[in-house]
């Protein structure tokens, strides 16, 4: 039995695998090279056999399962007593987490019951050393996350407890190539759950179809204050019906009603990463930069010349949305 | 009879409006120049056990961890309707992280003794965590439900709520005690009465005299009124200094950085039709826009 080794807690929902587990397990990959173990998986759930083979593919070199019934569906309680008795049998030296709403339910339960370090929404993970009061930890976890609304980022250790646990939000990290001839282990673990264990009762169940999916658009037209108008943000809309684009903005836009929370971008929204990012009227808060200034091309539309986001910006227009956007619109129709 | 509810608050510094000012030059945060706010889902929890309070009978005890100055937050829940104010307060608990914290509130919460729901925040704003709460359940072995949107049923032995998800949502039941994580999208807080602002805009915290507990009375009608916030030390609640503030705290932080945005050669073009073209142009010919 191996221990010392990387763990993902992996999210499925409705028998399938979440697209931030397997980021999870890609950045895992990255990590366990410099530290030389391997990459283990818990994976809770009912009637997933089939399901458990991309772990393999995207670098898990043990996928613990237990498999129940009644673990089908995220609850608190028998989640965090089954993860826990993983932990303890493994003994793993990091654990990592999707910032979703269960793994943010789960994680402190059993960041508690083992008296462990969590850090929440780490933004990048690496390995490093620690130097504290004449004492060196090598090796540790550096969990780096922004906090304050954005305005700082921090470097958290845990090195005097094990393991170190953190989380981080669905598109953070990025995924990198399967392989589907690696080896899959499946390490299949007894459910020791009693009757009590199970406090909740799951009424009903509802999955809403996202509507909006920033996280692999090529291009988006995003909005900030600088749009407080439908009629802008028809031309916005405009815009991105135009180059297939999909429609961001950030917070105070959601705020304002303007958009719905699906489109919001930044430290409280999603982070993106597209070839192409168009901010119309958004100043650059660190807010909103922090989930999109990784866009591979931007370009600012702004009447403050000193916007912050003009920095940041491979383009500055200095000018009015509601001029330039009908001028780019006409630019691209006529060089079809 | 009606329930027995902890509402547990925090005071936050206001992230949403920090300025270049309140960066020090270090790259530390001035916190004394931001202004101090209760955290703003704290509140949307306490409006829901309000409406509890409403709608079945209850008696709401409104507790937070903090500085001395942290009473201001219990005077907001005050002037909503909370029958009852502790304050934890102590140096003993300064640069707590979260598993601190949580074993601080823990021990308050059995000091107070019975309840039947705690309820909180899903997460304050100064450091998103999210934490404090599923660790409060898991140290009382107590069941939770977190990110709730609607409370939807309450009976005196069990809870039904809906709870958000990140694929829709899902309505889950539990029995009591329990412990409930709000989020914003369940109400609009409800603003102070001007009736209990003028019963306690003066109310003072301060350390319970040991011989005399009569004044606490927990079928406390709108009739009864406290004469003061309840201050509680670490000695008071028992709590082991092992666990408390930075010996309690397995995370550290090992560095902070304020963010700087990275320059970057940026072109600038005019609004001109002629810089558009171009730019448009550019990008089709890179391949960037089809």
């Known amino acids: 039995m191996k221990t010392n080794n990387i763990l993902v807690v992996v999210e499925q929902n409705n028998h399938k695998i979440g697209t931030v587990s397997l980021e999870l397990v890609c950045k895992a990959c990255e990590l366990a090279q410099q530290l030389k173990v391997s990459v283990d998986a818990v994976v809770l759930g009912h009637k997933m056999h089939d399901e458990l083979k991309i772990l393999a593919a995207y670098g898990c070199a043990n996928i613990y399962y237990i498999d129940h019934p009644k673990l089908a569906h995220f609850t608190s309680i028998p989640y965090a007593k089954s993860i826990i008795n993983v932990i303890t049998k493994y003994k793993p030296q990091i654990v990592l987490f999707g910032a979703t709403a269960n793994g943010r339910d789960v994680s402190p339960q059993v960041a508690s019951a083992l008296k462990c370090g969590l850090t929440a929404d780490c933004t990048d993970l690496q390995i490093g050393d620690y130097e504290f009061k004449g004492k060196t930890w090598n090796n540790t976890l550096l969990q780096i996350r922004p906090a304050f609304g954005g305005n700082i980022v921090a470097t958290i250790v845990s090195p005097e407890s094990s393991p170190s646990m953190a989380t981080v939000r669905e598109g953070v990290m990025k995924m990198t190539e399967p392989n589907y001839a690696n080896k899959v282990n499946i390490i299949e673990e007894k459910c020791t759950l009693l009757d009590n264990d199970f406090l909740t009762e799951i009424i009903e169940i509802t999955y809403e179809q996202r509507t909006v999916d920033l996280k692999n658009a090529k291009i988006i037209v995003a909005a900030g204050m600088g749009v407080t108008t439908h009629a802008t943000l028809n031309l916005i809309k405009e815009l991105a019906k135009i180059l297939g684009a999909e429609v961001g903005c950030t917070r105070p836009v959601v705020d304002a009603g303007l958009l719905t929370w699906e489109h919001q971008i930044g430290q409280t929204g999603v982070t993106v990463r597209p070839n192409l990012f168009i901010a119309c009227g958004i100043s650059g808060q660190l807010q909103h930069t922090s989930g999109m200034e990784e866009s591979r091309r931007i370009i600012a539309v702004n009447t403050d010349p000193s916007a912050p986001i003009f920095k940041l910006a491979h383009y500055g227009i200095v000018g009015d949305i509601n001029d330039v956007i009908p001028k780019m619109i006409q630019a691209y129709k006529t060089k079809l | 009879m009606g329930l ?26 001035n916190r004394a120049i931001l202004p101090a706010i209760t955290n703003p889902e704290d509140l949307n929890a306490l409006e829901e056990a309000l409406k509890i309070k409403e709608n079945f009978g209850a008696f709401i005890t409104s507790i937070t961890l903090g500085p001395p100055s942290a009473v201001k937050v219990l005077k907001e829940c005050l002037f909503r309707g909370a029958d009852d104010a502790i304050l934890i307060t102590d140096s003993k608990f300064a640069a707590s992280d979260t598993l601190a914290t949580s074993y601080a509130l823990k021990r308050a919460i059995d000091k107070v003794g019975g309840f039947d729901i705690i309820i909180c925040g899903r997460q304050a704003i100064d450091g998103d965590t999210a934490q404090v709460g599923p660790q409060i359940a898991e140290k009382l072995g107590i069941n939770q439900l977190t990110y709730v949107t ?54 003072i915290s301060k350390n319970e005299e040991p011989y005399n507990e009569s004044y606490i009375h927990p079928e406390c009608s709108d009739n009864t009124c406290i004469n003061f916030i309840k201050q509680w030390s670490a000695v008071d609640i028992k709590a082991d200094l092992a666990c408390c503030g930075l010996n309690g705290s397995p995370t550290k932080v090992k560095n902070i950085q304020s963010v700087v945005l990275t320059a970057r050669d940026t072109k600038m073009l005019t609004n001109s039709k002629e810089d558009i073209n171009a730019l448009i142009h550019e990008l089709i010919g890179e391949h960037i826009i089809g």
């Open chain 2, 4 to 29: 027995k509810i902890i509402n547990l608050v925090k005071q936050v510094p206001d992230t949403k409006n920090i300025s270049g000012e309140a960066m020090k030059s270090d790259g530390t945060i």
């Open chain 2, 150 to 203: 609607e409370i939807l049923q309450i009976t005196a032995n069990d809870i039904t709520v809906r709870r958000a998800t990140d694929n829709g949502s899902e309505i889950l039941r539990s029995k009591l005690p329990v412990l409930l994580t709000v989020i914003t999208e369940a109400n609009e807080p409800r603003s102070p009465s001007a009736k209990r602002v003028m019963r306690y805009k003066n109310i």
